[in-house]
Each structure stands twice: as C-alpha cells, then as structure tokens.
C-alpha cells in the first residue's frame, strides 16, 4: 500500500472515530473540543463529512479519541485471570470487531513507516496478524514450531521456554520469506515473558532484514520490558497493559 493510500485510510477511520463518539455515545461537541483542544466547528465539519483531517491532525485526533471511545476499554473487561494466573484469550483472537479496530490501531501508530512484511508466530497471533497485514497491505508469514514439507531450507532460532522450565522451543520461518531488503512488522496477540517476540526478532536478523516495529494487543507485567528493549530497538506498540497476575501480591 503507498503511502498516500495509508494516510487516507487513516483520516478516513479516524472520522468514523469521530462519529462512533459523536452519534453513538452522545458525546457533545463541546466535550469532545474540550478533550481535543479543536474548536466545535471544526469537529462538525469533520463528523458531518464536509472536510476530512490532514495527516498529522488525524494522528492527533485519533490518540485522544482512541481513550475515549478506542479499544482498550474493550480489551481490559475481557482479561480475567484465573487462580494459576493465565487468562483465556479465546474471547479475544476471534472476534472480528476487536481484530479490525486493532487493525487500525496498527495502521495509525505505524503509517508512514515502511513496512513489507508482518511476522507472527503460530498460532493465537494468526488473526490478528492478518487483519494487521490486511490493513497495511502486506504479506504475512508465520513461524511454526514444526518445519513444513515441501520447504527445502529455513530460518530457525531456539529459546528457553520460560526462565525456569527448563524447555526450549524452537520456531521455522522459510528463508525465502523474509529478504534483506524487507521490512518487517512483529505482530502478536499477547507479549508475556517476551521471549517468542525476542525469538522473531532474531530471525528477522537471521534473515538481515530490517525490524519496524512490534504490535500487540496485551503486555502482561513488566518482565518483557527488558527483554525486547535490550534485543530491539524498534518501536513497541502496545494496545493495553495489565499488571502481572501476582503483582505486589496481587491475585486477579
């Protein structure tokens, strides 16, 4: 997708935005002015179709509205953690409203830059990856934990599975999916531990392609933190964070 195409997809659902606030949660204009800093006229103008946003002011537009109206909300009233502290996700990879908004969402924080390819690794992180590479207008390629028949060579890289389990993992990329001259967008459902991340950013390297960025829905704690930031550099785009289930204590 050129960049034109991104920036008028972004301007244009930052609009709907706009109107979801406007005409679905009552919210007046003059709330909304007061919460954008942009004057009542302007957000009419907006709402009503008469004029749409440039770039920069669409980006602005849709980081507050996103607090307003976005999708973190929706996200944090689906994770409950149960006593052994995992949350099912099932509720959240297949819902196809909450996959298109983290689509845009995607699309937002990362138009403008390049990007060629969405990795993702098998399998809660397929949907969402899809809608993402959808959005952008990129390929996606998954990295499984078996090697595929049929693919002569691949990419893998090998991780501890967790600090203290004592098992490794290992993910398979096809080396043809990933070239040097690609960009590419890590994309997952959940960051935890940040070991599956830290494991596609260093395929990525393997493959000495360019990293833009990591996108996910849900950070849980803040042992990934350090992880990711000190294997990347790239941007780390998250949508929600939530405290670690046994945080300060905590049980939730």
């Known amino acids: 997708m050129s960049t034109h195409a991104e920036d008028l997809k972004l301007r244009l659902m930052t609009i709907e935005l706009l109107r979801t606030a406007k005409y679905k ?5 003059r709330e909304l002015a007061s919460k954008t800093g942009l004057p009542v006229t302007v957000l009419s103008r907006y709402a009503k179709g008469h004029v749409l946003p440039n770039t920069a002011r669409a980006k602005q537009l849709w980081r507050v509205l ?4 976005g999708l973190e909300p929706e996200l944090r009233s689906r994770i409950k953690f149960d006593e052994d502290g995992y949350f099912d996700n099932t509720e959240i990879v297949g819902d196809f409203n909450i996959l298109q908004q983290a689509a845009n969402h995607a699309l937002a924080d990362f138009a403008g830059k390049r990007v060629t390819k969405i990795l993702t690794a098998a399998v809660d992180g397929i949907p969402l990856a899809t809608m993402v590479g959808n959005a952008l207008g990129v390929n996606l390629v998954v990295a499984k ?4 028949v049929g693919v002569k060579v691949f990419l893998e890289e090998t991780y501890v599975l967790g600090k203290d389990s004592g098992v490794t993992m290992t993910l398979y ?3 043809e999916a990933v070239k040097k001259r690609d960009s590419v967008l890590i994309v997952d459902d959940m960051i935890k531990s940040g070991e599956t991340q830290a494991a596609l950013v260093n395929l990525v390297r393997k493959a000495k392609a360019e990293i833009s960025g990591i996108f996910s829905l849900i950070a849980v704690g803040e042992d990934w933190n350090k992880r990711l930031k000190s294997s990347s550099e790239c941007p780390i785009e998250v949508i929600t964070y939530v405290k670690a289930p046994y945080d300060s204590g905590t049980r939730y």
Request: charged share 40%.
């Open 173 to 175: 990329i096809p080396k």
């Open 145 to 148: 934990k078996n090697k595929e």
């Open 66 to 69: 996103t607090k307003i109206v």
């Open 25 to 29: 949660r009552n919210i007046t204009y």
